[in-house]
């Protein structure tokens, strides 16, 4: 492929990304830098759940037509005072034992937002949560890069499935697990929630709404991108405070390709009988979505137990391809430039 086509092609396929709502995502964007073993983390925890039952039952009448909307947010470090942030960042550090990864969360920002939207004959509601936690600890030791000095960076991490409460004392709400859907019920509609809990659908409002193990999938099938110049995340005031490297690499997952196969929704159907009426619920978990950017030029590896992790090293070697794709430098340069002007193009556009 020649360079100008290769260009024209990564271009085509970044701006049909950049037109794709992560809203519509369960969402994990990680930046790493080895040289200060600091990260962070943007994770999106998505769920919705519709319940459909006939007009003028007992539970229409219940959740009648007003909409509830919530958002509260929390942010802080090991050192906090406040009791929300302290429960996110232990369900967060055990979720990472879980998975036998050595990374530790340090910092946590985290915003929850739920939405109870109820009409004549169904309601939908939405669950949102994003956490951002500084991830420290993940560097496991000096190793070399075809002749380079490098670091050796875990991987586990990647897929964690945070199962213990975050408990949030949330305005007009008091006390809740925001982890979990059910509970958001119990606080609005403690006889709704009860029978729930007491049927079939109970699994769907109990499970976790932080599941990420859907990133789980090996390293060696994302799509791998190495970017000399470092404009694909110069945008990003923690990749420029805390890194010493402009060369990066980036790990995504979420396009849907023949190597990757095609990434669904999650959904779920239950049943459920509430004041005697038959009511039928549908959860629905958005396709994944991540992007993993290290700083430096990563190569993959894989532990005799499986473990997956990758050697990092500041520079790249001479001559250095993109792992998929087979793009050289000359072209990954043209790129970004390029995505330092879409960048601007979108501010520009933001702004209007």
């Not at 790990?251 to 990757?260: A, D, I, M």
């Amino acid at each position: 492929m020649k360079p100008l086509s290769a260009v024209a092609t990564i271009l085509a396929v970044l701006l049909a990304f950049c037109a794709i709502p992560s809203a519509f995502a369960n969402d994990m964007n990680v930046i790493l830098v080895p040289e200060a073993n600091k990260g962070e983390a943007h994770y999106i925890g998505v769920k919705n759940i519709s319940l459909r039952y006939p007009s003028g039952s007992a539970i229409g009448n219940e959740l009648g037509n007003q909409e509830t909307r919530i958002t509260h947010s929390i942010r802080g470090n090991t050192t906090s005072t406040d009791s929300g942030v302290i429960s996110a960042i232990t369900a967060f550090n055990r979720a990472l034992l879980d998975v036998g990864s050595p990374t530790q969360v340090t910092d946590i920002r985290l915003v929850y937002t739920a939405v109870i939207k109820p009409s004549e004959t169904s309601t939908i509601i939405s669950y949102k949560i994003e956490a951002v936690p500084t991830f420290e600890g993940f560097v496991l030791g000096a190793g070399s890069n075809e002749g380079y000095s490098a670091q050796i960076v875990d991987l586990e991490w990647r897929g964690i499935h945070v199962r213990e409460p975050i408990i949030v004392d949330v305005p007009g709400y008091g006390e809740m697990d925001i982890n979990r859907g059910i509970v958001l019920l119990r606080s609005i509609h403690p006889e709704l929630a009860e029978q729930i809990e007491a049927s079939p659908a109970a699994e769907i409002f109990d499970e976790p709404i932080l599941d990420f193990r859907k990133f789980d999938q090996r390293m060696d099938s994302w799509h791998f991108l190495f970017d000399p110049s470092g404009s694909l995340v110069e945008s990003s005031s923690f990749f420029r405070e805390e890194s010493g490297a402009k060369v990066v690499s980036i790990y995504s997952l979420g396009e849907s390709s023949f190597r990757e196969g095609t990434f669904e929704a999650e959904e779920k159907d239950a049943s459920a009988s509430i004041s005697g009426t038959s009511v039928a619920v549908h959860s629905q978990v958005p396709a994944p979505s991540g992007q993993v950017q290290i700083s430096g030029f990563s190569v993959l590896d894989v532990s005799q137990s499986d473990a997956e992790f990758a050697t990092v090293s500041r520079e790249a070697p001479e001559g250095a391809y993109t792992a998929t794709g087979g793009f050289p430098i000359q072209v990954l340069l043209i790129l970004g430039g390029m995505m330092g002007a879409i960048a601007v193009f979108i501010l520009w556009k933001a702004r209007k």
